[in-house]
């Protein structure tokens, strides 16, 4: 009897922890981004000025959550070498588009033809 109710209960722990997971990275993509997005975001942000800029991050702000769904949400940055000039790229957001798109890249204008 006492194993019975051991399995049931893990059983309904795993269950739960997998549903809300599940739930987070699809259809609470919303809410996940705004709890983990802004500092997933800004660490990509971070790797990709290191690695690729060779250079090492003054100040930064990006946005928690993608709005234009699209993977990638806005950041804003300045270098130690540079700190009075703002930069701008988008990097990979939290949640199942973030596991696909890593890293950062150039923001690019948007022109409506």
Do not use: H
């Not at 702000?61 to 993608?66: G, S």
């Amino acid at each position: 009897m006492n194993k019975t109710k051991l399995f049931l209960i893990l059983f309904c722990v795993g269950f739960l922890a997998v549903a809300s997971s599940a739930f987070l990275v699809t259809a609470g993509r919303t809410i996940g981004q705004s709890i983990f997005g802004r500092s997933f975001a800004e660490n990509q942000l971070r790797d990709y000025v290191a690695t690729v800029l060779k250079q090492d991050v003054n100040g930064l702000r990006c946005q928690a959550v993608d709005t234009n769904k699209n993977g990638y949400v806005s950041c804003d940055y300045t270098t130690v070498s540079q700190p009075n000039t703002p930069r701008s790229a988008e990097c990979a957001a939290w949640g199942l588009d973030g596991f696909f798109n890593r890293g950062c890249k150039t923001r690019t204008p948007n022109f409506n033809l």
